[in-house]
């Protein structure tokens, strides 16, 4: 390799592209069709998306903005779907979420783990099936912005606290970023001004001393 080394020529100033670029448009289902497969977006139907076809990845684009990726599946005729490319819509149709393809995969992949269903179940069980479904699908769009391993690692430290809400997973997963206002130490010294004696109740206690009369007692 030294040797070989000697004789290479340098490398070229702009980058060598590899990947094989597209324009396919998004179907009904929210995917596009990259040679024999689809792939799913977030992006609405009959809208032209650009799409990177790396030899490990399927990257998509929207206005010059990555908008989802994907592993690179060398089958033919497949799905590939990934759950947070779905959540917008299913927030507004949470019936669809339990038996959602794409969550299925998602079970299939081992990224969803058993505290996911967890902390799911109690949200039903409280909440009611709809509001409950909709209140973990917010935690998962939080996920997508924050990375589903910090939104694992909160929904985990809840459920050891015993708590299985969702605001509290919510300050879990932002306590680090969440900026509280220092408060300054009181100068003891400032407040002896408003120092006051303590009142005197020895005047009230002449009146145990009056004979009882049937005015008194009026």
């Known amino acids: 390799m030294e040797v070989e080394r000697q004789h290479l020529l340098a490398l070229p100033d ?29 992006l609405p139907a009959a809208t032209t998306a650009q799409v990177r076809l790396l030899p490990s990845q399927v990257e998509i684009f929207a ?7 994907h592993q690179r599946s060398y089958g033919r005729n497949q799905q590939i779907l990934n759950l947070e490319d779905y959540l917008t819509w299913l927030e507004r149709k949470p019936g669809a979420f339990a038996n959602s393809t794409a969550l299925q995969q998602w079970r299939q992949q081992g990224r969803w783990p058993v505290s996911f269903d967890r902390l799911w179940e109690s949200l039903q069980s409280r909440l009611g099936k709809a509001e409950g479904t909709r209140e973990m699908i917010e935690l998962l769009l939080l996920g997508r912005k924050l990375g589903q391993r910090r939104l694992k690692e909160a929904i985990e430290k809840a459920l050891l606290l015993g708590c299985t809400d969702a605001a509290a997973v919510r300050y879990l997963l932002q306590e680090d970023q969440l900026e509280h206002k220092k408060v300054e130490a009181l100068r003891l010294q400032e407040l002896e001004q408003y120092d006051r004696p303590q009142p005197s109740l020895s005047s009230y206690d002449q009146l145990l001393a009056l004979p009882a009369s049937q005015e008194v007692a009026q």
């Open 14 to 42: 702009e980058p060598f592209e590899i990947a094989e670029v597209s324009f396919p448009k998004v179907d009904a289902k929210g995917c596009v069709k990259v040679r024999t497969n689809f792939y799913s977006t977030p």
């Open 63 to 69: 206005q010059g903005r990555m908008v989802s990726r």
